[in-house]
């Protein structure tokens, strides 16, 4: 578990785009969990 | 002003008529000329009343604005005086913003952008029959994000050993190191060293801040029977349907090849064929299916072939593996719960190993099916109103391992049960202790205990 503080905006792009390749997320949910992290941080 | 005047004066008129008017007037209805210079007078010393009144409203007014006049001249002073004062202080920011400004714009490295993650280890184990040490270990993990679509993604481990006295060394290993491109919004491919995408653990579980206990279920471990990496390409991606979900990963890779030689491993699969020592590929992949988001049930499969140099035989290889984990906060207990289950067969077609007895074994040939598995179930209670209760961790996995019992190994059957405690002194750094037992046929059995610190960085 990570903080969202923990990476900046254009960080979290980097990891979750890793999570979406890892993980098999669809396109939306990639979306959706950057935003989620960019409006948290 | 002549306004009011006039109005004053035809006031004072009226009222000097209506006086008069009461009064007994001549007869004939005429105004002496005495009474006439009277009325003028009056009417004089009036108007003159009012001047003079007017005069000093107007005095009075003069100097109040003065007075304002003055203030506003003495703010001006002031405000004067706080931006000298406050120049230099302006001044040092304004230089510092243009530094910060400068930092970020090199900070900029054109449209890629770069990530440093990974995570960091430091254990100790006690297991019976061995000597107890403490281990440590770093995991950086290396993330370029190339464009909208394409990634490239890197894990190094620097691992202490010691082979032997006086032979202490650093372990450099490279996890894994690939490139992939999203096609579309359902497909991705790439190519690289990979973890395998065959049941779970491999992919998702086996980094020490993410894994609940400190080391590996039975068949990721020194009597492997699954793939923790492989070399080659993928496609993979998910596809949302309703309300449920379905993913796949698919992939070709060098695949294992068979230990012939050493009678302690004669039959077992080395994963870690890198560099294909044939033109034989393995294919395989890994197909989930999600009902709910909080469950996913999955099945995965390898299959090869192998021939190792000099063994003169060509062996068919399928793995196959059943996976299913839920993962929920539920209100009912006040915490998450996890529950992780892998089950894993190995079905390697059957050769004649030291064929000519030259390694002093053979010639021997057995049933060569391996299987095994593990059921983990972890509960932290994360809606208790105590921290030190909230950052707790309550862990218990119980894992199996089958091997053939002809094999000259001499490992044939092994079975664990582990407790454990962890405490999550922050969000990605836990602190786990664990005690194993260990119950092995064929060998002794060798219970343990086990501690590490991790954290993910």
Redesign the interface.
């Known amino acids: 578990?990570?903080?969202p503080p923990?990476?900046s905006d254009?960080?979290w792009?980097?990891?979750v785009?890793?999570m979406?390749?890892?993980?098999?997320?669809?396109?939306?949910?990639h979306k959706r969990i950057v935003e989620f992290l960019k409006e948290a941080n | 002003m002549k306004i009011q005047i006039l109005l004053a004066a035809v006031f004072l008129l009226t009222w000097v008529g209506v006086v008069y008017a009461d009064d007994e007037l001549p007869d004939d209805r005429y105004v002496s000329r005495e009474e006439y210079e009277k009325l003028k007078s009056d009417f004089e010393s009036v108007v003159e009343s009012l001047k003079a009144e007017l005069q000093d409203l107007k005095k009075g007014l003069s100097t109040e604005q003065a007075q304002k006049d003055k203030t506003i001249e003495a703010l001006r002073t002031d405000v004067e005086t706080m931006k000298q004062q406050r120049a230099p202080a302006v001044a040092d920011l304004q230089a510092e913003l243009q530094s910060v400004r400068e930092l970020a714009e090199q900070s900029v490295a054109g449209s890629s952008?770069?990530?440093i993650?990974g995570y960091g280890t430091a254990g100790f184990t006690d297991r019976e029959g061995k000597d107890s040490t403490f281990s440590a270990s770093v995991n950086p993990l290396f993330?370029?994000?190339l464009g909208d679509n394409i990634?490239f993604?890197s894990e190094l481990e620097f691992e202490v050993e010691k082979e032997d006295v006086g032979e202490a060394e650093t372990h450099v290993g490279l996890e894994y190191a690939n490139v992939?491109i999203?096609l579309n919004?359902?497909v991705?491919v790439?190519a690289g060293k990979f973890?395998t995408p065959f049941a779970i653990f491999s992919?998702?579980l086996h980094p020490t801040w993410i894994n609940k206990l400190p080391d590996f279920p039975l068949p990721y471990g020194s009597h492997r029977i699954a793939p923790m990496s492989s070399v080659g390409v993928f496609v993979?991606?998910?596809?949302?349907v309703k309300s449920t979900?379905f993913?796949?990963?698919f992939y070709a890779s060098n695949g294992p090849t068979l230990f012939t030689e050493d009678p302690a491993k004669a039959g077992s699969l080395d994963f870690k064929d890198f560099e294909d020592l044939n033109n034989n590929k393995a294919t395989g992949g890994r197909v989930?299916f999600l009902p709910i988001p909080e469950i996913e049930v999955a099945y995965s499969f390898q299959f090869g072939r192998s021939d190792p140099e000099e063994f003169g035989q060509d062996v068919a290889i399928l793995l196959q593996a059943l996976d299913f984990s839920y993962v929920r906060y539920l209100e009912s207990v006040g915490g998450i719960l996890d529950i992780r289950v892998e089950w894993i067969w190995s079905n390697v077609e059957d050769a004649v190993f030291d064929p000519n007895g030259t390694e002093g074994f053979g010639p021997l040939t057995f049933d060569n099916d391996r299987h095994g598995g593990w059921v983990q179930v972890a509960y932290r209670p994360s809606g208790d109103s105590n921290e030190l209760i909230r950052n707790l961790e309550f862990v218990s996995r119980w894992d199996y391992l089958d091997l053939p019992n002809d094999a000259p190994e001499d490992l044939e059957e092994r079975q664990r049960w582990t407790w454990g405690i962890n405490y999550w002194i922050y969000?990605?750094t836990v602190f786990k202790i664990a005690y194993q037992l260990d119950d092995r046929v064929g060998e002794e059995d060798a219970n343990a205990l086990l501690l590490q610190l991790a954290t993910?960085f």
Do not use: C
């Open positions: 578990m990570r903080f923990s990476y254009a960080q792009e980097v990891a785009h890793h979406r390749v890892r993980a098999n997320l669809t396109a939306v949910e | 952008k770069f990530l993650a993330l370029w994000k990634l993604e992939s999203i919004d359902y991705t790439g973890l992919e998702r993979r991606g998910g596809i949302s979900k993913n796949y990963a989930g969000p990605s993910g």
